[in-house]
DNA sequence: GCCGGTATTGTTATGTTATATCATTCGACC
DNA sequence: GGTCGAATGATATAACATAACAATACCGGC
């Protein structure tokens, strides 16, 4: 899948892409760039230095592949790398697990607020919503 | 005004708060916790550790008078710190000025999302915009 | 095949942001 | 004045991220 648009891209997913991209796969959850160094560390006996896993991230975000949580400080995998979006983050406090979903319209409303309100131009958004999953969430009485 | 809504709520707004509060105010810009620590270093002589400065940050923060900016790591002061709101900060990626604005729509819709779409709890929501402002966006032709 | 240029990775060091921990001081209240 | 809890001081260290330069891999043209 990545590899796929990565061919049609130009670009090249080399075998530290690769590996930072399937840890994150298996994870599940956002998870952070040290943790990632760790265990990348134990299956690969080498040593694992921290510009090879944030320059493997850095390369994953440019291409869709994997988002950065700004308040975790973590990093999870995007559901749809195929195409740009607007996105929203549901990160539970509890179980740790986040939830990608998207929303134009929420976009929308930031785009107009930006235009309207303040003639600011939008580069970029990050919408982060805290609170606990359906899991974690203790079913109203 | 800090001070007021302070001894309403019975909390209080000691000196190295109050000291920082002004910082952020007097700087108008998103503030990073280490430059903060710098600027009190110089105004008081004594030295001042990074503890004193992120405990300060957290009580302002609790209290809604200041604003972390997550994908920052930098402060600013709230604007209308004495009612819970929901808020939106746009920030210029080339002046670093930052806007507040309240829009309740946008924080609905995303507790729409939450409950209809994924039954997730709502505690809190970050919705950071990057871009640039008026002054430093080039007018269209 | 080989050469040369570009992209990628390795390595070391360091910068930046944030917190844990425990000792000390301050301030309100009795 | 003594006591208790809140706040601060001080030291150390954890957690997150990048700079800089050397070494290597990859890919085109010859």
Redesign the interface.
């Known amino acids: 899948m990545a590899t796929l648009l990565c061919n049609e891209r130009g670009v090249k997913l080399t075998a530290a892409r690769r590996q930072v991209l399937e840890l994150l796969w298996e994870s599940g959850c956002p998870t952070g760039a040290y943790e990632l160094i760790e265990t990348l560390q134990q299956r690969n006996a080498r040593p694992v230095n921290p510009p090879t896993v944030y320059r493997a991230l850095e390369f994953l975000i440019t291409q869709g592949f994997v988002h950065k949580l ?2 975790r400080n973590a990093y999870v995998v995007c559901i749809h790398p195929d195409r740009r979006h607007a996105c ?1 983050f ?1 990160i ?2 509890d179980c740790g697990v986040s ?1 990608e ?1 998207e ?1 134009e ?2 976009a929308d ?2 785009d107009e ?2 235009n309207d ?18 899991q974690c ?1 203790p079913a109203e009485p």
Request: aromatic residues 6%; contains cysteine; hydrophobic residues 45%.
């Open positions: 700004e308040s929203i549901f539970c406090a939830a979903l929303d319209r929420v409303l930031i607020d930006a309100r303040l003639g600011f131009h939008v580069t970029g958004r990050v919408v982060e919503v805290q609170g606990t999953c359906r969430t």
